[in-house]
């Protein structure tokens, strides 16, 4: 789903120098070794030692509570590399904010393989990952996807993985759902720090040809074992699936639900099926995570893109009432469809913010307590659509850019808990808006592309084509 970003973000490798010519040659054999024929597969660089803690470990904002507000996640570019200056920008722009909370996969979207050889680690890029979520004094949240190559058919080794889309979204092989749920035992170790935790992602690699539909007892089962595994390193430890796709349909499909459904389009029935098999069979959830779009399959946006967004409401309504008001997480939530590229750059930035701020509004009044924003940061450069700052590549980067002001004052002024208030729109502009508030703040998007006169709380105002506007409350 989405913009993810396949390649691995592989370590980079950083010139040493090597103190004479004998420490040369020393460097040579021991690589010669690690990949003769015979001995095993490399292991250059990795350690065995994976579960030992990294770095100094944080008091988090929200390591008590199952509910962690709204942030992002971290793709295959991100802010912890680049130019240091542009780098601490962000990081102390986060904290400036009160921190975000920040989602990061233990291998893809810009993490190399995590246990490349069995019992043998490399978490190089997840350590400078997790330092920097350290860094910006926000909550760090760890996707538990993909898995190793060797877990799933693939060869093992150091340079071996197999970083094709196909191949990360192998799913492992259930002789071997074991040994990832001991390597998510790894990572709780490492990161004591990390309270949540999510189990896989989209159910990748869980599929039923035979039946055609999900292999939700595969994905059942591993859920089940990492539960398990990540309560036995910590009780404390939170623990959410199933990360379902809550794809629309056309109403006419063959896998339309014919009892789900609204203006957005109908439900596809397989996934509501996969749902509820993980809701009745799992050993225990702290809260539950699904993902998706506002429109279609088809990338119909029905009726129009604004008010698509009612079905993150309805879906969300469902699957509280589903699992009896479990907090809820969207990990993705995607409003803007994707071009033949998977690229999202279609629309303007004005446009693109005012429906993020309607989805963001519909999340809410379904329920939803957390969601993560999938930040597409570019490599260099200074155009990046939808991305949440300039790119960190140049000394200059990391500077605001909208979806940042968005997503990070979204977080604070509707954290989890808040008590939403209903206030006055005129009748004239219904149509026209959507509103979000509390006793203290009103959120309200023009979702028009031309300017409107508006009368909101009781507060008369123009604005823009497709603004974001924010309003101090008179009285509570």
């Avoid at 994976?50 to 971290?74: I, L, N, Q, R």
């Avoid at 699992?323 to 690229?343: I, K, Q, R, S």
């Avoid at 999340?363 to 939808?386: F, Q, R, V």
Wanted: aromatic share 10%; glycine share 10%.
């Amino acid at each position: 789903m989405g913009r993810h970003g396949w390649y691995s973000g592989a370590r980079r490798w950083r010139l040493t120098a090597l103190l004479g010519v004998g420490a040369v040659a020393l460097a040579l054999v021991v690589t010669l070794l690690n990949t003769l024929p015979g001995n095993g597969a490399g292991t250059d660089g990795t350690t065995r030692d994976g579960g030992k803690a990294h770095g100094t470990p944080t008091s988090t904002p929200d390591a008590e509570t199952p509910e962690v507000g709204w942030g992002f996640t971290h793709t295959q570019y991100s802010a912890d590399e680049g130019n240091s200056t542009a780098v601490e920008r962000v990081e102390g722009r986060i904290a400036d904010v009160g921190g975000l909370p920040q989602n990061q996969h233990i291998m893809g979207w810009g993490a190399d393989n995590p246990e490349p050889v069995k019992g043998r680690y490399d978490f190089e890029d997840m350590d400078r990952r997790i330092d920097f979520i350290r860094a910006s004094g926000s909550t760090p949240v760890v996707t538990l996807c993909c898995a190793p190559d060797w877990m799933k058919g693939g060869e093992p080794g150091v340079g071996n993985t197999d970083w094709s889309q196909s191949a990360l979204e192998t799913a492992p092989d259930p002789a071997y759902f074991d040994d990832f749920a001991a390597l998510a035992a790894t990572v709780a170790k490492r990161y004591p720090d990390v309270r949540h935790f999510i189990v896989w992602n989209e159910f990748k690699g869980f599929w039923n040809d035979s039946e055609a539909r999900w292999d939700y007892e595969g994905y059942t089962k591993l859920y089940n074992l990492v539960y398990r595994a990540l309560k036995k390193v910590n009780p404390q430890i939170m623990v959410g699936g199933p990360y379902l796709v809550m794809d629309s349909v056309d109403p006419r499909s063959e896998d339309a639900s014919t009892t789900f459904k609204g203006p957005w389009g109908a439900m596809d029935q397989r996934i509501l099926d996969a749902f509820d098999y993980w809701n009745k069979n799992k050993v225990g959830a702290d809260f539950v995570v699904v993902d998706g779009s506002s429109y279609t399959n088809d990338d119909e946006m029905l009726p129009n893109e604004f008010a698509a967004t009612d079905k993150f409401t309805a879906v969300s309504k469902w699957v509280r009432q589903q699992t009896g008001n479990l907090p809820l997480w969207w990990a993705e939530y995607y409003v803007e469809p994707a071009d033949a590229d998977d690229e999202r750059e279609g629309w303007s930035e004005d446009r693109r913010v005012a429906v993020q701020a309607a989805g963001m509004i519909a999340l809410a009044e379904g329920g939803t307590t957390s969601a993560l924003y999938w930040n597409p940061e570019n490599e260099k450069g200074t155009d990046c659509a939808g991305c949440l700052w300039t790119p960190t590549s140049g000394k200059d980067g990391g500077q605001n850019l909208p979806m940042f002001d968005l997503v990070s004052r979204f977080s604070k002024a509707f954290p989890p808990g808040t008590d939403y208030k209903t206030v006055s729109v005129a009748a004239d502009d219904v149509p026209n808006v959507r509103v979000l508030a509390t006793d203290r703040t009103v959120l309200v998007v023009n979702t028009l592309d031309r300017q409107i006169s508006a009368k909101i709380d009781g507060q008369s105002f123009d604005m823009a084509a497709y603004e974001v506007k924010w309003l101090t409350r008179q009285s509570g």
